[in-house]
């Protein structure tokens, strides 16, 4: 579970953190290499994200789906400039299914141990 929060929180920020470094108008140099590198990090955060919440759940193919759709939306932002107000509508999407996910395993942790 712990795994799961911190890749995910780090898969959101390097997302927002590359839209907001994208959206700027005039782009250095600097600028386009920082989106690339954080939109490299975030595909390898996302692999572990995609390996922690599997695809069984209803809930892991979600997550599994709306990041996929960020990096998608942030590649096609970056190109074309356009659909970054819809990734950071995702990410806060995203964000509320990590956290039912994380919920629900916990919740299923205290019924194994016999707490519930």
Same mark, same amino acid.
Request: proline content about 0%; charged content about 30%; aromatic content about 6%.
């Given at each position: 579970?712990e ?6 929180s780090e898969f959101i ?9 994208a ?7 600097a ?6 590198s954080?939109?490299e ?10 390996l ?9 193919? &979600?997550?599994?789906?709306l990041?996929?759709?960020? /990096?998608? !939306? *942030?590649?096609?932002?970056?190109? #074309?400039? &356009?659909g970054f107000?819809e990734?950071?509508?995702? /990410?806060? !999407? *995203?964000e509320d299914?990590?956290? #039912?996910?994380l919920?629900?395993?916990?919740t ?8 519930l």
């Amino acid at each position: 579970m712990e795994q799961l929060r911190v890749v995910s929180s780090e898969f959101i920020q390097k997302i927002a953190l590359s839209v907001a470094r994208a959206r700027i108008e005039n782009k250095t140099k600097a600028d386009i290499e920082y989106v690339n590198s954080h939109r490299e990090q975030a595909l390898l955060l996302q692999i572990k994200m995609k390996l922690y919440v599997g695809t069984s759940s209803t809930l892991g193919k &979600k997550i599994v789906d709306l990041s996929d759709k960020a /990096l998608v !939306d *942030l590649h096609d932002g970056i190109h #074309e400039g &356009k659909g970054f107000e819809e990734i950071l509508d995702d /990410l806060s !999407d *995203l964000e509320d299914l990590v956290v #039912e996910q994380l919920e629900q395993a916990w919740t299923q942790a205290k019924e194994d141990l016999g707490f519930l």
